[in-house]
């Protein structure tokens, strides 16, 4: 059974750059979520997907993120200009939805660091 | 919106200890989540809480949820080093999303 799988693991770029992330679920799974982690906090939630639908996005989702589920299996979350804050771990998870609460599983992550 | 409190934010104990996490909600938990998380890692799923005053255990570790749905426990026992991490509360409101507490770190020393 293949977990949730983040790529790449470690990025660090020039403040002003574009980077852009990917998530691939577990293969069964029709829920994909992004959460972002800064250091001593818990997770935050950013956006998730119901197969290639984006049903939410958090308000610390701004106009620079952007995500992507194009044909309900991989996501990417691509950040452009980046910013000094945006430095964090970014968490992807995904959930099988129909028939009660489901637990999220989550990859481990991708660690951003913003020169 | 939902807050979740962890306490303590921290713990050192020796090898061998029982120890208790707390996670407190501000409004009824509909599923509570537990997770563990090793620095720079992914969380790792323990258990999910449904039902008021459900328990559930795995291995060492025992997770209650309280009667009136506001309140959860981890309970582990005989610690050992490998349950050193941080443990994270996660809560969905009814909603799809989860919020978490900003977790309890624990350290077990030989």
């Known amino acids: 059974d293949t977990g949730v799988s983040q790529n790449p693991r470690h990025k660090i770029t020039k403040r002003g750059q574009n980077v852009t992330f990917r998530c691939d679920p577990i293969?069964?799974?029709?829920?994909l979520y992004w959460y972002r982690q800064t250091l001593g906090q818990g997770p935050e939630f950013l956006t998730y997907?119901?197969?290639?639908?984006?049903?939410?996005k958090s308000r610390l989702l701004s106009d620079r993120f952007s995500a992507e589920r194009p044909k309900g299996s991989f996501s990417t979350l691509e950040i452009q200009r980046t910013e000094q804050g945006d430095s964090a771990m970014y968490l992807c998870?995904?959930?099988?939805?129909?028939?009660?609460?489901?637990?999220?599983?989550f990859g481990d992550g991708t660690r951003l660091s913003i020169l | 919106s939902q807050e979740l409190e962890q306490s303590p934010q921290s713990l050192i104990v020796q090898e061998g200890k029982n120890l208790t996490i707390n996670c407190t909600s501000s409004?009824?938990?509909?599923?509570l989540y537990w997770y563990k998380q090793k620095y720079g890692e992914g969380l790792i799923f323990l258990m999910m809480?449904?039902?008021?005053?459900e328990e559930k255990s795995h291995e060492k570790i025992t997770a209650k949820l309280d009667e009136k749905k506001q309140q959860s426990s981890l309970h582990i026992t005989a610690s050992q080093p490998s349950h050193a991490g941080i443990y994270l509360c996660?809560?969905?409101?009814?909603?799809?999303?989860?919020?978490f507490g900003t977790g309890t770190r624990l350290q077990v020393f030989p």
């Open positions: 809480l449904q039902k008021g005053g």
């Open positions: 293969s069964e799974h029709n829920r």
């Open positions: 997907f119901q197969n290639e639908a984006q049903l939410e």
């Open positions: 409004k009824t938990l509909y599923g």
């Open positions: 998870a995904s959930s099988w939805a129909g028939g009660g609460n489901q637990p999220q599983h």
């Open positions: 996660g809560a969905d409101g009814n909603t799809d999303k989860l919020i």
